[in-house]
């Protein structure tokens, strides 16, 4: 009876995944920089495309919601789970940018570390969003992206600890230090779409 | 039928535009850091005045859709709409206080640019504001605050390398980038009032 | 008639209740930073297992409003409420774990006021949420948070002008202003807590 509104409903998952599939591209083009003289600038650049495909894809999303009567979750649940997408993509492309423009040419050990931890949440976020359609199999994602939070998280602070204890100048501390801030803030962009997603799927249990 | 239900929303938009409107006088303050020998600590008072202004308009909004059993658009919206008008005044507010609290004295030319910015940001929010009540002729005015934002964004950053090539001390970068912080915080909440104007004009169309 | 309902509604109020009294007993670890010598790692430690207690209150919340059909209030004025209390302990925690990262040894008079604020607004909140059943008594409590917000504000800020006035290192700067951020953090949100707890009493009268 309510069969025709399934399309739409696949519209959705068909957004979500190819958003976070666009993630996952972002973050594979910034393992780019772990390579032996990664080309920082091209780099940046790639991200600023990448940033406008994922974007081009959120307001299609937003303009599906704002156009369906009936749509497979809360409005705002797809707000929200479309935003956090979005947030990841633009702190990875700040990342990259401020990499650029402050002429970084040697990624300390520690942001070598958040950006695979990075890659990998991009992997399991795009491996789980097929899986709302069905709402099943999907707590192990959270789960897994919980603890690559917090492994980002501990990452991220032993390197603070390390940017001021004293060996570098303040001016390359700041410098370092945003382009750490927004892979810690990319980090925590990946685990507010997974608690969404938890939000989500506890409501329709 | 419904007229009875009209006076309460021609108030939601004369609040709509009065905050638009406060926006506006606080941009406008901001410019007279741009004149020759500006008085930074009477301009910081000056917005800080300004500032209790809209907080009283913000209030009124929130107690008015608090009290109202129809409103003209999601009640969701408003607060959000209502939160992005108050955080633009609230990021141009912190950007004077801070300009007078670290005594800078002389505004680089990119941060001048930066306020003509977000002057010319106010005046398209604040004409655009009364267009709500018709739902009509806004897509120009959120095509132009993403254009400005863009700008915005492209100054911010070509500042960020002038501040960190070298040639001034640590204690002055950190001074102008929290500075150069919130005045880009403001332009990215006029964005933010853009988006949702665009939001609740697609859930109308 | 609704009484079936009425068991599930004491447990929202009493898990708002138990959020707030964990960030009393959060602000109260805190204090101990003020008295002499304090043991800024052990402090920093205990404070990561109250905010995994305050995580697992919040989590409860969480998973009570998506398996109630009916909440005392708006659904999403809960998760805002329960975010917010969160949040507090997230920025006590990182305050904590970054004095004792960076090696703070003496905390200047400025974050002792800051602290002593905090376990104020802590009590304040903590006496305030067993309020929320019956609706009233409250507005006292949201004035006195706001008084105690713009203090925070206003210590924050003179601490500002005075770590810039030049007699300290720039990375002694940054380290305190980081440490400074998180505690102005933790007083809005005390802030934004009483915002929403305003919002559902107008609401609901």
Chains 1, 2, 3 share one sequence.
């Not at 519209?11 to 990664?38: I, R, V």
């Not at 650029?100 to 931890?117: N, S």
């Not at 097929?130 to 501990?154: C, F, T, V």
Request: glycine share 4%.
């Amino acid at each position: 009876m309510f069969s025709r509104f399934k399309p739409k409903n696949d519209l959705f998952y068909g957004l979500f995944t190819s958003s976070a599939q666009c993630l996952a591209d972002g973050t594979k083009t910034l393992t780019g920089l772990l390579e032996p003289e990664p080309d920082f600038e091209g780099i940046a650049r790639r991200m600023v495309d990448l940033e406008h495909d994922c974007d081009r894809i959120t307001h299609e999303m937003f303009r599906t919601v704002n156009s369906s009567f009936i749509t497979p979750f809360d409005r705002s649940d797809i707000y929200v789970l479309g935003s956090s997408l979005d947030d990841v993509m633009d702190h990875i492309e700040a990342a990259t940018h401020l990499m650029a423009l402050y002429g970084v040419t040697e990624l300390p050990q520690h942001l070598r570390e958040m950006i695979e931890i990075l890659d990998t949440s991009a992997s399991v976020t795009a491996d789980a969003m097929p899986r709302l359609a069905g709402m099943k199999d999907l707590e192990r994602y959270w789960i897994e992206i919980n603890a690559l939070e917090n492994r980002a998280d501990h990452t991220y602070r032993t390197f603070l600890a390390y940017l001021f204890d004293g060996h570098l100048d303040a001016l390359t501390v700041m410098k370092l230090k945003d382009v750490a801030d927004e892979l810690e803030d990319a980090a925590d962009s990946f685990e507010k779409v997974a608690n969404i997603v938890e939000t989500i799927v506890l409501k329709e249990s």
